[in-house]
């Protein structure tokens, strides 16, 4: 029953990571197929390929979701907590996929991991997901945004004698390479969280031992999101390329440039499991206030913001409710 309940859990996993994939591919090409530097399926291949590779970067970040964030029991009650806590994330991705909100994906999963264990009576380590989460979470849009916009501010000074539509076209050849940077970060963060939950489903299944990441879980979880990448989020990727703001060549650039590092940072100096979604969408409306602030649609960003807010809580009470459904089954 065990073995049967962890291959149960680990296609819920997948099934998370290929949602991710959809709901989060505008988060690494909407910019680029905003300012048509890229066609939308070019653009949607790189970014599978992209996040295929950045998913065998690291598994930092993983070993982060799997050991830091609940202490869910051993046996089948264990798996009952993964798998509730990845009902709960996919359901909030679906929703706001629907409504074309670019929410956060990795915030979903930990929401529904915390509230899948709040809902089991089990332990919540409150101090990483301080720690590595609600930290993060308030921090990184606010580098992103602050560091988005003087990236603006520095190219508009340096090619402020240049010519209009000779920046524009070499603009959007570097947001081939900002385009893939942000894609390679993307699999470096967000595959490593389905990778940390899969660990976490083995350990309690008592399949494994200790957080290491084999590299079937990497194989797998890589090729889920980069599945779903390639399937799209167009609903969302309207919201981020065309609805925020009207983007241009070197702001594209300037925001994919700004997200992919803000990314790479926290994988590897933090081992933080932060939003690729807030990063961009962040980054994006930073380089927008560098034109004018009336440039940017508040009342679009006030709706995602709400959305961010909500996201943990949101997916805690789905997974909860997926727990309090599924254990009275199993038990």
Request: proline share 4%; net charge positive.
């Amino acid at each position: 029953m065990e073995l049967a309940a962890v291959v149960l859990v680990i296609v819920v996993a997948l099934g998370f990571d290929y949602t991710n994939g959809f709901h989060d591919a505008a988060n690494a090409i909407a910019t680029s197929v905003a300012t048509r530097a890229l066609t939308p399926r070019v653009a949607l291949a790189m970014a599978a390929v992209m996040n295929l590779l950045g998913a065998y970067l690291g598994t930092e970040v993983a070993s982060t979701v799997g050991s830091g964030i609940i202490e869910a029991p051993r046996g089948i009650s264990g798996l009952v907590v993964v798998l509730s806590a990845l009902v709960g994330a996919i359901i909030w991705n679906l929703i706001t996929w629907w409504f074309g909100l670019p929410s956060s994906s990795s915030h979903a999963l930990i929401g529904g991991l915390v509230g899948a264990a709040l809902a089991s009576s089990g332990g919540v380590q409150w101090s990483g997901v301080l720690e590595k989460v609600i930290i993060p979470m308030v921090l990184s849009p606010v580098v992103g945004f602050v560091l988005a916009g003087l990236v603006m501010i520095a190219i508009l000074w340096l090619f402020r004698r240049g010519r209009p539509s000779r920046l524009t076209r070499g603009f959007r050849h570097a947001q081939t390479v900002s385009a893939a940077a942000m894609a390679l970060g993307h699999g470096l963060q967000d595959a490593q969280k389905t990778m940390g939950v899969i660990v976490l489903a083995l350990v309690v299944g008592g399949f494994h031992t200790g957080f290491d990441v084999p590299w079937w879980v990497v194989l797998i979880s890589a090729g889920a999101l980069s599945a779903g990448t390639y399937a799209g989020g167009w609903r969302i990727m309207r919201t981020l390329g065309r609805r925020m703001i009207d983007l241009d060549p070197p702001r594209g650039f300037a925001a994919e440039a700004t997200a992919s590092a803000v990314l790479y940072t926290t994988a590897f100096a933090f081992a933080a499991p932060i939003s690729t979604t807030q990063t961009i969408t962040s980054s994006i409306l930073g380089v927008g206030a560098t034109k004018r602030l009336s440039a940017v649609r508040w009342g679009v960003a006030g709706n995602i913001a709400v959305a961010w807010v909500l996201t943990i809580p949101a997916a805690g009470l789905a997974a909860a409710c997926a727990f309090w459904a599924i254990h009275p089954l199993v038990s």
